[in-house]
């Protein structure tokens, strides 16, 4: 896979990452979890190039890390390690279909906690990319942010990042007068195209990464659901307004015309997907989650995959999707 650097001072990583959340949180919670299929995909992962392996503290809670923890043993040279901090699970299965119940945590002494604690369930001595999850309402990034510093002055952490759709250029600027910021992780797909409006600009002018997050709009795009009852038990996604029935079946159109592009020039709409959000710029790095072997081969294809102008303008076009995200 061609490399590229998460903006023009971070490390170097494949142009399409490995999302590791869903291996262990979120999604298809009824089913059991295999440990081992997940740690081979990681090891396939490195071996097709994508280097870049995002987790967080607050999946699972905790087990996410140390299940990449696990994978990446024996070969943590060949990854960049992304992970997050700034939120906690106060209530591990109190939230809807056993889910954990979360809050954010800005403070700077739990971050300083919290990222020992990321240290070892990883099974390494420092991260390379350490993101704010969510900026906390009742601390000032300010202070967060000078927390996070702190790590990669302790060598704890090499780059810094922030994370979440409620990122703001104001608050880039901000956490970049204290340190500065090396990526932003934002939700960026082909039917979630608001970062387009002021901070994939203001990220490509200061040299940011990006990292779009459900690059697929949740396996959407991929075409892998056409109807609610297709959703797993305990799934996240039964939770989300676009994927409720009404809204789900209006929706159909953008999956179809994603799938005519890929049938026309030989790819999957999966890969199709990708390639649009590498075409955005060349610091965008997006980080599609899967736990199977067959997507997550699909997905590294995506890096050869080239659209058009025209099939860029024709995707461009799509009509936005009906229902809120969340």
């Known amino acids: 896979m061609r490399n590229t650097t998460l903006g023009t ?3 170097e990583v494949g142009v ?8 262990s949180f979120a999604y298809d919670m009824a089913t059991p979890r295999d440990d081992a299929t997940s740690v081979s995909v990681i090891h396939q992962a490195l071996d097709l190039g994508m280097t870049l392996i995002d987790t967080a503290d607050v999946y699972g809670p905790h087990t996410n890390e140390e299940l990449v923890g696990r994978g990446l043993a024996g ?5 960049v390690i992304a992970t997050k ?10 939230g809807p279909g056993g889910s954990p119940v979360v809050r954010p945590n800005g403070r700077p002494e739990h971050v300083r906690s ?9 099974g390494t001595d420092h991260i390379d990319l350490y993101q704010l999850h969510r900026i906390d309402p009742e601390v000032p990034v300010e202070e967060t942010w000078g927390a996070m510093a702190e790590a990669v002055a302790a060598g704890k952490a090499r780059h810094l990042g922030l994370s979440e759709v409620t990122v703001t250029v104001e608050q880039i600027r901000r956490a970049q007068a204290v340190h500065p910021v090396t990526t932003v992780q934002a939700e960026f797909s082909l039917w979630t195209r608001d970062v387009r409006d002021e901070v994939l600009p203001y990220c490509t002018e200061h040299g940011i990464g990006l990292l779009p997050y459900s690059p697929l709009g949740r396996g959407f795009l991929a075409g892998r659901f056409s109807s609610f009852d297709e959703l797993p038990q305990n799934d996240q996604r039964r939770r989300l307004p676009r994927f409720q029935q009404d809204n789900l ?3 159909l159109d953008i999956a179809a015309k994603v799938g005519e ?4 020039i030989g790819a999957t709409p999966a890969q199709v997907a990708l390639a649009w959000l590498l075409a955005q710029g060349p610091y965008v790095v997006p980080i599609p989650g899967t736990k199977t072997p067959k997507y997550l081969a699909d997905n590294a294809g995506a890096a050869d995959v080239r659209l058009s102008p025209a099939d860029l ?14």
């Open 261 to 264: 592009v890929a049938g026309r």
């Open 313 to 326: 303008a024709e995707l461009d076009a799509m009509p936005a999707p009906v229902g809120a995200r969340y």
């Open 114 to 122: 919290a990222v020992d604690a990321s240290l070892r369930r990883l």
């Open 85 to 94: 901090v700034g939120l906690e699970a106060v209530d591990p299965t109190g």
């Open 249 to 251: 079946r209006a929706n």
């Open 75 to 79: 070969r943590r040279e060949r990854a």
């Open 16 to 23: 399409v990452g490995l999302g590791a959340m869903g291996m």
């Open 9 to 11: 001072h971070g490390p």
